[in-house]
């Protein structure tokens, strides 16, 4: 079972800043948080991934709180291209390690 | 460039068949997957091979078998086809201990 919880899912208005929340209370030390998105019909995505300090690429930013139990996706110009599910992962880097997918959040931007 | 392929993009075929799908990466990842995703979208990993070793199998059948005859191939081998077998198939490949995965196209597989 996936160990994230995201709302199923959000609107966002085009050019505005899509922030896209996720809960992973139980994460433990060494598990870095994923997020991937999956656009309608195409394979996954992946975003951008954090340990404990927040990220920034040219996709996306991403914030993780000091407790490391939450965080947030932000995508700070979102376009009608953003539209997809977003899925919000944590997981250890090892090689026996894998990535398990939830429902994740499925992003509607509005034009 | 396509960083992974799959061969074919869509596959329908009837009960009781053998089939194929491909998956190349040109990434020079060492860890590949493959991933099932259901009607309801649910996308569970079957396999993982590192190097040609299989890493990860989770429990999937054993009328699918999963091949890697280099590290930028991983082919999987279905037999017996059945109704339910019926899904998107995706390949995926990483550096070992990388959370990073790439992803291909998919595979739309149709079982009659």
Redo the contacts between chains.
């Keep these: 079972d996936a160990k994230t919880t995201q709302p199923p899912s959000m609107d966002c208005a085009e050019g505005r800043a899509a922030n896209l929340p996720c809960n992973h209370s139980t994460i433990s030390g060494n598990e870095y948080v994923y997020w991937y998105r999956q656009i309608h019909s195409q394979g996954p995505q992946y975003i951008i991934h954090g340990l404990k300090n927040n990220e920034t690429n040219e996709m996306a930013s991403l914030i993780i709180t000091e407790d490391r139990k939450s965080s947030t996706l932000i995508l700070p110009h979102a376009t009608l291209r953003d539209t997809a599910v977003y899925y919000c992962i944590v997981s250890h880097r090892g090689r026996d390690d894998k990535i398990i997918f939830g429902k994740g959040t499925r992003l509607h931007i509005l034009p | 460039d396509t960083a ?1 392929s799959q061969t074919p993009k869509y596959l329908v075929t009837q009960m009781g068949n053998d089939k194929s799908i491909k998956c190349e990466q040109n990434l020079g990842h060492d ?1 590949m997957y493959w991933y099932k995703q259901d009607s309801k ?5 079957m396999f ?1 091979y ?1 190097n040609k070793e299989l ?2 199998n989770e429990t999937v059948p054993n009328r699918f078998s999963p091949k890697s005859p280099d590290k930028a191939h991983l082919n999987l081998h279905i037999n017996s086809l059945e109704l339910g077998d019926s899904a998107v198939y ?1 390949c ?1 490949s990483s550096q ?11 595979t739309r597989l149709t079982v009659l």
């Design positions: 992974v860890t979208k649910f996308l569970k990993i993982s590192n890493i990860i995706f995926a070992v201990g990388a959370g990073e995965q790439f992803f291909g196209p998919g």
